[in-house]
């Protein structure tokens, strides 16, 4: 007995149909009609008639592949928006919170009221700068004063400190502060420069602010190299690298950020005789 051809058309079941490959025909695609195709052994044989049309074929190809791009998208992790710095000061308080409660799980509502920023923390000038590419170095000239005054000893007292995320950060916001102060801005960062070094240069010279990353800036605060006596602003810089990190949330820096306030200004901020202030930019 002869066996059945079988035709090449006659597809599994878990087969993934392509429209590519999905033949319209050349006979007008009368959804009825036969085709002749080649049989397995050579010879002619008659495929069997279509159950469904090609158009409902080529409907359901594009499902299954609707459905696999929406697995896709399920699985692949959604595009970090712009990081954005609210406006008000309250609001740069809590957002200073959120991210500090992230990098410490384990700290309670009520440990956050005693460590956290408040609105007493917050910078305010008295006439605030307009928003704009400019923004740092106008807010920073309105705390950097040119007169007199008991804390005038200005070696390694800076009146404004900024904290940034990287080294190659830093030299950017070095060059744009130095307007700012007649004074050399001080760099305080660990790339090409040692810290004993640094420790050297902050002993003997006068400035007005000062940039660098938090780890430089915890151990040069906790060593007493770098004064608070004269500051006015501590500036945490909210810049995104190419990686859409900020400072509050990168690995390497955001412990050392958070001890920074917690273990040397917020101690410090408790005294009567130093007056600085936060802010996000």
């Not at 058309?9 to 009825?32: A, E, N, R, T």
Request: glycine share 8%; hydrophobic share 35%.
């Amino acid at each position: 007995m002869r066996r059945p051809t079988e035709a090449a058309d006659d597809l599994q079941d878990d087969f993934d149909l392509d429209d590519d490959f999905v033949s319209h025909g050349d006979s007008g695609g009368d959804s009825g009609g036969e085709e002749e195709v080649l049989g397995v052994e050579g010879g002619p044989a008659k495929k069997r008639a279509r159950n469904e049309p090609a158009s409902a074929a080529i409907t359901a190809g594009e499902k299954r592949r609707e459905k696999r791009r929406k697995k896709s998208a399920q699985r692949a992790p959604a595009a970090p928006g712009k990081f954005v710095v609210p406006q008000d000061t309250s609001d740069q308080a809590a957002l200073w919170n959120k991210y500090m409660l992230k990098a410490h799980p384990g700290m309670t509502q009520l440990e956050l009221g005693d460590v956290g920023l408040q609105a007493q923390h917050m910078y305010t000038a008295e006439k605030e700068p307009e928003a704009g590419p400019t923004f740092l170095e106008d807010l920073a000239r309105t705390a950097v004063s040119t007169g007199r005054g008991k804390n005038k000893v200005a070696f390694g007292a800076p009146q404004v400190l900024v904290i940034c995320s990287s080294a190659l950060r830093a030299v950017e916001l070095v060059r744009r502060l130095r307007p700012v102060s007649r004074r050399p801005v001080a760099k305080l960062f660990s790339r090409h420069i040692k810290v004993d070094e640094q420790k050297q240069l902050l002993r003997g010279t006068a400035m007005d602010v000062a940039v660098g990353t938090p780890n430089r800036i915890r151990r040069l605060l906790g060593d007493g190299d770098l004064k608070v006596n004269r500051l006015r602003l501590v500036v945490v810089d909210c810049w995104q690298d190419s990686k859409m990190r900020v400072v509050l949330d990168m690995d390497d820096t955001r412990d050392d950020l958070f001890t920074i306030w917690r273990e040397l200004l917020l101690p410090a901020s408790k005294n009567p005789d130093h007056a600085f202030k936060m802010r996000l930019v």
